[in-house]
């Protein structure tokens, strides 16, 4: 399985943004998938997760509310769409996957064993 993300920038506190982490491989369907960040100096924070056919998701306390997951299977892609970003949302953001025998979500980083390349989202006051 690779995975790449996308879609980071910089923008001013209050705008929106949407991430897309795009997937390899015919297995998609059967993997779990997660969002983190990375702030320099600082270690991997979950972000949200969601489930293999999109039915459940989980956030973290500090986005639950703005950012929302979610995944099209069709064309092996999961978004964040994060609205009303605050500065210390500023990260580079990695999606990963679970293994395939995976059944659970998990807010752990150590459960992913697929990672792609982050993409650095900027939030400016």
């Known amino acids: 399985v690779q995975l790449q993300a996308s879609g980071g920038g910089s923008v001013q506190a209050g705008d929106s943004l949407a991430l897309s982490c795009a997937a390899s491989?015919?297995?998609?369907?059967?993997?779990?998938i997660g969002w983190f960040r990375q702030a320099p100096g600082k270690e991997r924070e979950f972000i949200a997760t969601?489930?293999?056919?999109?039915?459940?998701?989980k956030y973290a306390d500090s986005v639950k509310g703005r950012f929302t997951i979610s995944r099209d299977n069709v064309q092996k892609m999961v978004y964040l769409q994060m609205n009303s970003l605050k500065p210390e949302d500023t990260a580079i953001y990695y999606c990963g996957a679970r293994s395939l025998s995976a059944v659970y979500l998990s807010k752990l980083s150590d459960n992913y064993v697929h990672w792609g390349q982050g993409t650095l989202v900027t939030v400016s006051s």
């Open positions: 491989g015919r297995t998609f369907t059967n993997l779990i």
């Open positions: 969601i489930s293999k056919n999109g039915s459940e998701t």
